[in-house]
């Protein structure tokens, strides 16, 4: 939203207060200022000069030397090529160095001619929309002044975020910006449209009714509708300040009955329709909603697809406006529009913005209605635009008294608010005197009834349309402008009780630091969005139903992952292009559809080991280990993996290496090594290995118990080794758990003292077996029947001794 | 035969250098000394040092041993010579002899450790490795381990508000429509939907999350007043994503509710956020601002730390770097997640974690921080 503060100043006087002070003193009160812009700062350096002679340019029959006098500022020879230049007349002239809205002036040589500067026309100039030759200037004009002293003033803009003014529909036309600011500044407030303004226009209006008749037909989204004819109009430019207002605001200037429309809009903050009424069928206009789908060919050159349910205003045969969000393309103004019928009116916020939506059509006016306008002043728009109508085409007379539809006019009470200086002092946080309340909120329009310990608190119709319901919104006008700066702060009394992290919290932290101190493993954070693309390089299987954005940025990240190691493998692809060797982790999330609760979300950790010159399954599967053993939740490894968290199925396993990580009946992990077919997907010549951890099914497990001490060992420990044999391709696991399955309470300690392939399909492991007891020392002949026991044990299920 | 005083005198200044209570004893000891036998003892003595240190081996020093207080050596054989001295004689010079055995002794093992010392010195060097050779100069790729950036800063930041009492919780990430907008006071048609630009899932009921803020809602569900917790997250804009843009983000949302909470109660807490953050005080400004689920709305920002206030890319060369959206709970949020307005109230505030880690580290570029890329991430390394 672009203010000019001249503009501003015709409702408070701004003295000299600088606009940069102005920005500061509006962003620390009502809504962030973003910028402050001079779009007119080159006008300081136009000058006015007269065209002395003119002569043919000797080169280019199109172009034309002219000597101008600038008075005291010398005499300048400039080429040029508009037609309406001719010797005596004044124009502005601007010299090289100047820079225009277009681009800086330069001087240079044009086919021989030197050209020193250029004579501007005033949409070079940036101050009107006229480009059919050089702007010719009053007679009266000095030669050498500058064309802003010319002018008068400068429009200075200052831009507000569009974001912060959200709940303040009251501030989107210059006279709501004034009235904030005399309320801050506290100057009067210079209320020219106020009732007595509209009672005299009202009582300068015919007392007949005009051509056209309107009517509200059912309940839709206008919530009132005012129209007023005026005949004998003429499509013109608007005049120059209007064009130079209109700019500075950010609009294009169109022409004087278009602009009135937007220059009320900026102004006092209503959008305003101006129909061509000679389009206007059977002089009738009917706001109803469709009942029948619709197409409307519209103002900015598209087509809206209506369906039944959209409020349009129609005449006798169909719709011509989507009331509230633009104008058709039949019914608007025309270069040869002789009458106008002069629409303001107010709609419901969310039916604006659910159409506008629809239609995809933003507008200024669609933006401003679902914020919430005030519909009692509605009145004022049509006026205004009348005002200026009668005033800028000289010859218009207003055809009937003003047209209205809608609820009677008290049909909109203010909405009244109770609380106290007590409730407000104690949202703020400091003491704030009962009088400084009612001050600060009469100077910002609010009426306030003091009774015994309340505060009866009426809010303006201006302000009653959005985010003003409780007396925490009168808490925030008094906070605001005595400056939240100025309350200091204070910690709150009450208890605090201890507080033990969460579960969650601290796995997370755990995890991340075995990943890091003993995995020594970097941690990435990728997007948790995914493509198809990613998916079938990692061979994925796709899930029936997957989780898909309806509105994605691109096709790379359309949908959320199902799990981190489509992931993890693009970071190794990237990574493997600088690095021979390395290690990530992440702690991430995987999300499923859930046929009840429309999504799920698994919390995992996800782990790669990336090596060209050798596996670090091993590795990583310590780390793994160690993790589960600092977080101190029980676990037990398996060969293979029952699907939970790598589809047992999936192409990237490398054939019998893959382990799966068991709590009681739960996989809670998988430790796998990548097929080198699906590396090549990546372009990964390396040995890459990946865990996969769910962390969720872990914080449930974790208990962080005590450790419960044994006593040491008494009596001593016995050792015996024994050789057994296995089948070469066969996993020491499966040796161990044979002896394990023994559950022998004598077995202090298990550990492979060595491994020897004797040949294609043998090998030799030797076990340490370390046998002790509580009550005593193990007599030779106990120790000879429990290393029996584990040898027949072992030997039955394939492991005899190796003879 | 040299002086016997200067020789004796020379040797038990030698030991009174260590042990300054023999230097009497020596010196009274010499008076009864006879001439030519003392002599002898203090020259064998500093024939003994010669050899030791001519004997660099064990076997060589060994020898030395044998010659000097082996069963013939020349200190033994004084020994020898006692026999022949008259009584009065016997005494003194038989303690004057087993000194000098003992400082032989001495001597001879002080040598003789060295020489052990040198010759295992010796075969150790073979075995010695390069410390020069360490795993952090050997190429074998990436070896550095470390925190993520964005997840160390989130840690600090948690500590900071558990210290201060606060729990540390989070939500899903695909919310609903009730927890992401409807709860937090913003209704499908209101235009602050407009605010953000939201990742919609075909159902039309469920976003990807587009603020911390829904983890108020889920936060007060699931707990009674008085409460405080923080809840740092992902969360997700439907926007082009370019060296300050990015689809996902770090927020970190805080929330306190109680009786009687203030304005001051948020300064208060933004001011120990800022300050535990950056270890000094950190000047703030606070302003109004708009979000639909606080009443007041604010935001308090920070003086930038780049520029000190002259304007830098930081900061938008505003000299400010907006970090803190925060205000009071709005009345209809409460309701929302079943706490009576008229008996509690609560201040919340997001804060975006990104950007004030690009502030601290000078990042240009906030793409690199969900590259996976480990020429970034080992920049951050912890070992």
Redesign the interface.
Known sequence: MRISLSWLSDFVALNDTSPEGLAKLFTSTTAEVEDVLRPEAHLQHCLVVEVRTLRPHPQNRDLQVAEVDAGPAGKFQVVCGAPNVRSGMKCAYAPAGVVLPAGPVEAKDIQGERSSGFLASQQELGVGSDHSGVWELPAAARMGQSVRDILGDEHVVIEFDNKSLTHRPDLWGHLGVGRELAAILRRPFKDLYAESWQSKWQEKLPPHRGPIQVSLDGPSSCVCYYGLSIDNVKVAPSPLWMQRRLIAAGLRPINNLVDIGNYVMLEVGGPVHMFDRSQIRANKIVVRRLSQPSELPLLDGTTAQLVPGDTVVCDAQGPLVVGGIIGGLSSGIQPDTQSVFIEAANWLPSEIRKLSTRLGVRTDSSARFEKGLDPSRVIITVLRAAELTLEICPGAVVSGSLEYAGPPENAFPLRQIRTSTQRIEAALGREIAENQIVDILTRLGFTVKADRSALLVTVPSFRGTRDFEFDADIAEEVGRIIGYDNIAPKAPAGVISPLAPSTGLRVHRLIRDVMVLHGRSLEVTTYPMIGEDLLNRAEWKRAAQELELANPISRDRDRMRPSLIPSLLDVCALNHKHYSAFRAFEIGRSYFADPKHFSREETHLGCLFCDEKADKTVALLDTIEALFRRLKVPIRFDNGTSGGLIPSEWSGLYPDQVMSLWSGDSEVGVVARIHPMLLRNFKISAHVSIAVVNVTAVEELYLSDPIRYQPLARFPLSEIDLTVLAGRDQSISQVIEVVRSLSLAELQRLSVLSVYELNDHEKSVTLRLTFGSKEGTLSGEELNALSQRVITKLSAAGHPLKQ | MNSTLEGISGCALEIAERRSDLLLLVVISTEFSPRFMSQSLDSILKELSTALAQASSEPEVLKVKANFIGKDGKISQQLKLLKDLPPDQKRSFGAEVNQAKTKAELLIEERLQQAVKARVNKELLGGRVDLGLRDSIL??????????P??SIL?EL?DIF?Y???????G???E?DWHNFEALNV??????R??QDT????????V?RTHTSCIQIRGMESRKP?FRFVGPG?V?R????DASHE??FFQFEGM?V????????L??F??QLYSSLFHHTVEV??????F?FV?????IDMKCLMCAEKGCPVCGYSGWVELLGAG?V???VLTNGGIN?EEY?GFAFGLGVDRLLMMRHGIEDIRH???????F??QF???
Request: glycine share 6%.
């Open positions: 190429e074998g790729g990436l070896k550095s381990a470390g925190y993520h964005l997840v840690r948690e558990l201060m009492g606060f729990d540390v919780l989070d899903p990430h695909i609903d209704s499908r048609d209101h235009p602050a407009d605010m990742f919609w899932f075909h159902d039309n009921q469920h990807l008085p992902s997700f439907c926007e082009r994503t689809m996902t306190l109680d009786r009687n909470i203030s304005i001051a109660h300064i208060y933004a001011q400004r606070t302003r109004p601002s708009y639909p009443e007041p709305g604010l935001e009071l709005h009345p209809r307005p109230s921080l969900r590259s996976g890329d480990l020429r991430a080992s390394r912890s070992i």
